[in-house]
């Protein structure tokens, strides 16, 4: 006999002992001893066989890649999940690329305060580009696998509060308050209720037009009216009052965001409308 087949004989004389072995402890026969000790968690958790399922799956993932059936992941597809599952201290959440352009836009609205008493046209720029940067922080986010409850968080906060200081100096009185309400309300519904998540299980049974301004993340026509709307126009107000006859205040402008603006206040005014519907009905369900 030759010595391969010594050794395969060898093999599978060491694979067959340890079966018959169980066996015997429990009087089973082998090959049910086999069935059950594999079937033990700690047999499915031990090393070697993690190994060797991975092992497998590997192999099996490249076979359907070379067949055409599964299409190759690339570092560039990987690289967010994979930073996504790595564990982050405070430290490292709060200077996210993402967070860090939420504190650029804080920088720029702190900025045009400090500008409007010697530059108006400076000041209406810097809550330009404070805008513009809103849809850039959650574009970096989703690429770059940063995204965080407090940079969502962060997001809409400044969001809210440098509309509020353009509603609060273009208006006088107390109905510069009412928008301002009206964003926080819909605000405090929203993330009440569907968290940081709020934009994908919040409007599930939304009416249809709601539904379309919020399709794709806002990334739709009534989304896009509505969001330049939400932004431009307590802008477009502020230059109506502190830059009249120029082109930041032309009418052109007015009558694209004014139109967004009453479309986005509905959408809110549904949002709190069905907060409200929704903790009626908890309450109404409690049991005393």
């Given amino acids: ?54 092992r497998r799956r590997l192999a ?36 996210l690329i993402p967070n860090v352009v939420g504190y650029v836009r804080v920088a720029l609205l702190l900025a045009a305060i400090a500008a409007a008493p010697r530059c108006l046209v400076l000041c209406w720029w810097c809550f330009l580009v404070n805008f513009a940067l809103d849809g850039l922080d959650g574009a970096l986010a989703r690429r770059l696998g940063q995204t965080s409850s407090f940079g969502a968080f962060l997001d809409v906060i400044v969001d809210n509060v440098t509309r509020g200081v353009l509603w609060a100096w273009t208006l006088q009185g107390p109905i510069s308050a009412l928008p301002v309400i009206l964003e926080m309300l819909a605000f405090v519904c ?38 330049t709307g939400l932004m431009g126009c307590p802008l477009w107000l502020w230059a109506r009052r ?11 402008i007015g009558w694209m965001v004014v139109p967004g603006r009453v479309l986005a206040a509905a959408v809110e005014l549904w949002i709190i409308k069905r907060h409200l519907q929704g903790l009626l009905k908890e309450d109404s369900n409690s049991t005393r």
């Fill in 60 to 95: 099996l993932q490249g076979g359907l890649v070379s067949t055409g059936l599964l299409k190759p992941r690339t570092l560039a597809e990987r690289l967010p999940a994979i930073r996504t599952q790595e564990m982050r201290s405070e430290t490292q959440v709060l200077l």
């Fill in 190 to 227: 929203t993330h009440r209720g569907g968290g940081s998540e709020w934009r994908t299980g919040y409007f599930s049974n939304a009416p249809w037009w709601v539904k379309e301004v919020i399709r794709n993340g806002f990334k739709s026509p009534c989304g896009f009216v509505a969001i």
């Fill in 1 to 54: 006999m030759s010595l391969p087949t010594y050794v395969s004989c060898g093999s599978a004389l060491a694979k067959t002992l340890p079966s018959l072995r169980l066996g015997r402890e429990t009087n089973e026969s082998g090959i049910a001893a086999v069935s059950r000790k594999r079937d033990s968690p700690a047999y499915r958790t031990s090393p070697l066989v993690c190994f060797a399922t991975g």
């Fill in 242 to 252: 502190f830059l009249p006859d120029t082109m930041y205040s032309s009418q052109y």
